[in-house]
């Protein structure tokens, strides 16, 4: 059978230690040819809607010890809209009721077939967050108890949760540009932590004396720059847009996510120009840096003093992270008898493609 | 609702006319930017099985005017077989019971909703010819009566249906290796096209004196030399390896399919020498080519004599054509009421992702 499973079953069968140890696993496994990207590509077309552009993202990776491949895809409408001056890439909810639409599906690399298809939001979540913890777990220093947070959405929440789980954090501060979403935020992980959650009213006071800092915000301008990286902080950023040239300058040790940064864009001819909502960044080389799996296998060198500055850039994400999570969840909701099931015949055929 | 369907809707709701008018309509809306292509990639990992590995294929592509974006995808076993002293690549049916896994899923470019999904072996096979008899309409001679066919597999007949709607043929000769299959696909095809189709021991045999000649094989070695092509002939091919280098350079008029050609290959990591049954061809340098497209809106000029020769070599699948055919079983699989339907709203979210 085919499993159909919601973001409520993915929320349950997503078991933290489970996922740390799925994701260390397959970071192991690159390295040593058992496990293997496809990089994300972007395609696009007109929409109707003014400045709104379709966008459809996808990538695949496949971990053997697993015996799953992960596709994982995106069905969006992007609008340019202005905020404060600058211009924001936003998703409109036009599926369903105000929906969206963004998929993992998971294959079987033993006999092919179509295992599960789930919704990509909380597994989206969860593999950033798992792969910034397991590089908090390398490079931060193992006595880190403040965490200054950047960001108030379901990343922030995501990286509080698996950040806490690999440090004994005591006390956690937030900054969201809007005062009602830290205040929000703050109250609510409180809660759900038990442990102190403080809105802070600028950058500078959440990440000031903070062993742990991370940013987890969809700025497209800086906003983390050297000068606020205190000795001895481990920083994690999860998109490259976050940060300026001076926190690469002044990290001791700096690590990516992947070397296979570079997301290819797909554009109509002729329309390269026109086409409005499309994300025009200049690709970094990212061939540079040592990889986290690198740190994980002990092929790079992290922290040697509790003095130096370690910077975790979780810049693109791969396959690989949704074949691990998928896995994670589909074992548990198989076992737990979660979701609706489909005949896996109806997806097969007899002809050979 | 997403409507699921099954090869037997596909067979029902593909309409000759409107194969060919919405492909045609799809290369007139590609060189204006209102269609976009997102190149096939494989992606491969080890089996457990001797001389196997796994591959996933992936490709998409949109048609503005259809309202669709279509995503290809295989999930197959490939294994390394021995005939007559060659290597071939074998798909091996291990899903379900002796089945294969390959699939077009359909995406709303409106509203990012996901459509339909349906098998991709009768919709493969229609696209190939589809583009075919699109190149034949715009390269052969208009009084073709008689077509040479190599080949006996659902390409080949594929071919037959769609070349034959295009051009007044008459007669047909077939060659394949195996004497049974030549002679089986001859009774089949010729009870179904209602003309003389005739079983012959050899590839000269099947082109000797044809005005359209059709190779659609799974050879690797080079079967159509340009000694074989007879003043005035079109000759179509759909894989490169079924021709050698003396058909590019006897052809007065030569087209492609796509400049796309580059088929991203992703192994796993060290891996590169060691996995079986991975395809390692040298990549030809499309970009000397004019695409199909060219000559059907009129930017490249066909043949200006009865006695040239004329080739066009189906080179790479692309999107586009996905997006096309499936559009046109969409469409009347809705009219009909066909497949079966699961409500849209399993496969969206709340969260955006």
């Known amino acids: 059978m085919t499993l159909i499973l919601n973001n409520d079953d993915v929320e349950k069968a997503l078991d933290k230690e489970e996922c740390l140890q799925a994701m260390d696993e397959a970071y192991h496994e690159l390295p040593v040819g058992r496990a293997v990207n496809r990089p994300t590509s972007h395609i696009y077309t007109a929409h109707s809607l003014p400045q709104a552009t379709y966008s459809f993202k996808s990538v695949e990776g496949a971990v053997q010890k697993f015996g799953i491949l992960a596709l994982r895809i995106t069905s969006d409408i992007v609008r340019e809209e202005k905020h404060d001056g600058s211009t924001r890439l936003e998703k409109l909810p036009l599926a369903g009721k105000g929906q969206y639409l963004g998929l993992v599906q998971l294959f079987s690399i ?9 919704p990509d939001g909380l597994i989206q979540q969860t593999r950033v967050a798992v792969t910034s913890a397991l590089a908090a777990r390398a490079l931060c220093r193992e006595n880190a108890t403040t965490l200054g947070l950047l960001g108030s959405g379901g990343q922030a929440r995501s990286h509080l949760r698996f950040l806490t789980s690999v440090r004994p954090i005591q006390k956690v501060k937030v900054f969201s540009p809007n005062p009602d979403h830290r205040i929000t935020f703050a109250a609510e992980m409180e809660k ?11 950058v500078e006071n959440a990440v000031k004396s903070c062993d742990l800092v991370c940013s987890a915000t969809n700025s497209s301008r800086p906003m983390m720059t050297g000068a606020l990286l205190e000795p001895g902080v481990h920083y994690n950023a999860i998109r490259e847009f976050e940060v300026d040239e001076s926190v690469f300058e002044k990290s001791h040790v700096i690590a990516i996510h992947t070397r ?15 086409l409005p909502a499309i994300r025009r960044e200049k690709p970094r080389d990212w061939s540079r840096y040592p990889e986290i799996s690198d740190f994980l296998i002990g092929r790079a060198t992290g922290r040697t003093t509790d003095q130096q500055i370690t910077f975790f850039l979780n810049n693109v994400g791969t396959g690989v992270q949704f074949a691990s999570m998928g896995y994670c969840v589909y074992r548990r909701a198989k076992q737990a008898g979660m979701g609706r099931e489909i005949p896996t015949e109806w997806f097969l055929q007899d002809i050979k493609p």
């Open 110 to 118: 033993e006999n092919g077939e179509l295992l599960a298809i789930m």
């Open 192 to 202: 759900e932590m038990e442990i102190p959650v403080e809105a802070v009213n600028s």
């Open 260 to 274: 296979y940064g570079g997301i290819q864009h797909f554009l109509p001819p002729g329309l390269k120009e026109d």
